[in-house]
Structure formats: C-alpha cells, structure tokens
C-alpha cells in the first residue's frame, strides 16, 4: 500500500513565472505506479492567503491598489473577525526595514492602521539579521503583486 501525496514535483528549480512544471503523479494501487503529467503555467495562479493561519507578531506582505510604494509589509498587532491591526514598516525590496512613524517631536507614534484581512497577500514575511527581506520572500512577493497587477 501507497501513503504518497497525489503530486510532486521533479523538476529542477525555475523562476515560477516561467517555468513548466513537470509533475510526478502516483498511482494509488499497489504497485505504485507512476505517470508523467505536463503542467503548462504559463497563466500564472495566485495560491490564496490562508489568513486562519495568521498570528499576532507575524509579518505580512499587504496589497493596498491606492499606494503604490511595495513592498507593503507591517507587523501585525491586533487579529479581528475581518480586520488586523498593523504597525506599518517602511523600507524596500532591496534596503532595510525599520518602523514607520506618524507625527513628529513630542507627537511621533508607530503608524498603526486597521486593514481588512483580504488585503493581506503574504503571511510569514522573513528578514535578515540586517532587517532586509530573505531573497526567496523577495521573489514571492514580486510574483504575486505581478499576478495581483495583472488581474486589475
């Protein structure tokens, strides 16, 4: 008897924007055996954000169509029925990351905003020790703001 997962990848790595995947299926008999199965992605799938997974503390990529600063990455503070507090960071894709501010002198506060939880396109955001974020985060990111541009 077979306990393997439906799919899994063989290939070697690719950007995913451009690669087709080559996928390995297994055949749930006894025997189990294999087929070959061609996956051509060249229409790019946004995988939803599973935002039951988010947790106070997390990190969070967020799409917001007004701004056109990305990344858009704050820490969450506070989760809700269908919002999230966050404290916004400022920074980029290639630079460090520090709080955002509002205010200035004696009135200067972290900027903290409610957003709707749909906004979210990324849970679990990753830096360096050096406050920039991880190269395979970086990708991500891209990628999906990319396919976010191109559905608008």
């Not at 290939?11 to 055949?27: E, F, I, M, T, V």
């Not at 990190?59 to 029925?81: D, S, T």
């Not at 991880?134 to 999906?144: G, Q, S, W």
């Amino acid at each position: 008897m077979c306990f393997f997962s439906s799919q899994i990848y063989v290939g070697p790595y690719q950007n995913p924007r451009r690669r087709q995947r080559s996928w390995q299926a297994l055949d749930n008999s006894a025997d189990c055996t294999t087929q070959n199965i061609e996956e051509d992605t060249a229409v790019p799938f946004l995988a939803p954000v599973d935002v039951n997974q988010l947790l106070v503390g997390h990190y969070v990529a967020v799409n917001i169509e007004e701004w056109g600063n990305r990344p858009l990455i704050g820490q969450v503070e506070k989760i809700g029925q269908l919002m999230v507090t966050i404290r916004w960071l400022n920074g980029s894709y290639n630079g460090t990351f520090r709080d955002s501010y509002v205010g200035s002198g004696a009135n200067r506060k972290p900027w903290i905003e409610e957003i709707d939880k749909s906004q979210i396109v990324m849970i679990g955001v990753q830096f360096s020790s050096s406050r920039r974020i991880r190269r395979e985060d970086i990708e991500e990111l891209k990628a999906r703001y990319s396919i976010l541009d191109n559905e608008e």
